[in-house]
């Protein structure tokens, strides 16, 4: 089963009321079939996004990966809108993330509440299955400032990811 992509890849989901407002997927590719880098790509308001430096690596992530995650599965989800720009990620497994993209920030802090090793033997990419090994981190909150405006939520689910490989 060869391997398609080995990176890290926290995320969050902010709701209002129980339904989902904002979802931010962070990538930090270490190898990839697109190269290594960096990306953002967010679901917020009905719009899609992706920040990168690599717009054919953070295209793919998004259609390829992001689109198919059960965080955003029955969303609205047209064709992102690409903005070229460095992704700085500060990923520390005990004391949570911190990443901005452009005029994204996200938040994750930590501790996570556990950590565990997760393998979905046929994880659905778009009718593909694939093989996702990973660890996975819940933490309790995170947050999401676009422009330097904080977007309201009054819940939020959100979780640290590495170590993660995706085979086909």
Known sequence: MP???ISANPGLTLFVAGE???FAS???VDWSERGQ???LVMWHGGT???VAEDRELGEWLAAGFTRHFPEVRGLPWPEPAFTRAPVHLELDLDKGLRATADDVTVEIPGPPRERRAVRVPEFDLGGVPHLLTNVFMPCDTGSMTIGGTAVAADSATAFLADAEVWSS
Do not use: C, E, P, Q
Request: charged residues 25%; aromatic residues 6%; proline residues 0%.
């Open 48 to 50: 899609t996004r992706v």
């Open 26 to 28: 962070l990538w930090r």
């Open 20 to 22: 989902r407002v904002a």
């Open 37 to 39: 880098g960096h990306a």
């Open 3 to 5: 391997v398609r992509l």
